[in-house]
């Protein structure tokens, strides 16, 4: 039994992660300021006697005796993050700078979520983890990117510098139950339209593409992650190679919730990558990686999920 700090434990990904923890019997700390994130999510995991939720900000430094710390605290819908986009960077920053700070002080192994934007709108196609990556530094989504490229390299840094043991995955575009329905990413967009018969929106043309990765499949992975030999920093990939465009996501959303919703195209927002894919050979090599759930079984247990909202 490990003692383990999940920060945005209360967020969609963290509290799946929380759940998985706790289930596995570890003694888990969830952080949160509930920017995006909710106690709802989390709910069901309070009054378990190995989980404990505390409301904090990662701007501020923030002490515990830990073994681990998933670092996840940062928003992660384009909504979201160009809401407050100066806080944004802070978080992804100093988030990681506290952490990591921790992470020195407790000896405590660091896994940092980044994240598939460090390609920025990628020239190289699918992104393996050797591209730099192709990022506006001073456009409307460059608060997360750069912050995230900047949070990656603080990991870096701590390790060499410090020894610190981490851990950097870059996680791509990642959907399922437990997402905000005014979350703002296309899935729960188009599923919320759906089923509430409105016009479902594509920005753009609907030709840009994402490869849609279910979250119990990433879970698998971190953790795996986590646990694999220290000398395995990544950057790893984690995602699920199929890719789709955006008005075939659309067209599966409205044929698996039998909408009639119709599509309507709206103007596309600066910066959108045109093309996202990953290539995970590195996660399949070194974590036996396999995201097995694919998009139309994924869609159904997250319109499943929508729908007891109801
Ligand atoms: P989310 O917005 O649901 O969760 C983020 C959580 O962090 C929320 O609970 C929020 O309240 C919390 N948070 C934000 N700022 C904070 C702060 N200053 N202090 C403490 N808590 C704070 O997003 P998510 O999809 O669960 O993403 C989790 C992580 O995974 C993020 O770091 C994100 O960048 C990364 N990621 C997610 C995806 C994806 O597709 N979901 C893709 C790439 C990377
Ligand atoms: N998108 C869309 N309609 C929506 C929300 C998003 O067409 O209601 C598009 C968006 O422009 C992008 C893609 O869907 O091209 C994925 O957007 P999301 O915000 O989910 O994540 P991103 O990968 O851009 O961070």
Redesign the pocket.
Known sequence: MKRILVTGGAGFIGSHLCARLVNDGHDVICLDNYFTGSKKNVWHLIGRPNFELVRHNVINPYFAEVDEIYNLACPA??VHYQFDPIKTTKTSVMGALNMLGLAKETKARLLQASTS?VYGDPIVHPQTESYWGHVNPIGIRSCYDEGKRCAESLCMDYHRQHGIEIKIIRIF?TYGPGMLPND????S??IVQALQGNDL????D?Q?T?SFQYVDDLIEGMVRMMASPADFLGPVNLGNPHEFT?LELAEKVIRLTGSRSKIAFRE??HD??RQ?QPDITLAREKLDYDPSTQLEEGLKHTIEYFRSLN
Request: glycine residues 14%.
């Open positions: 819908s384009p934007e575009n703002g990413r296309v899935v967009n188009f929106t594509i920005y753009g609907g840009q994402r955006i596309l927002p959108d990558p996202r």
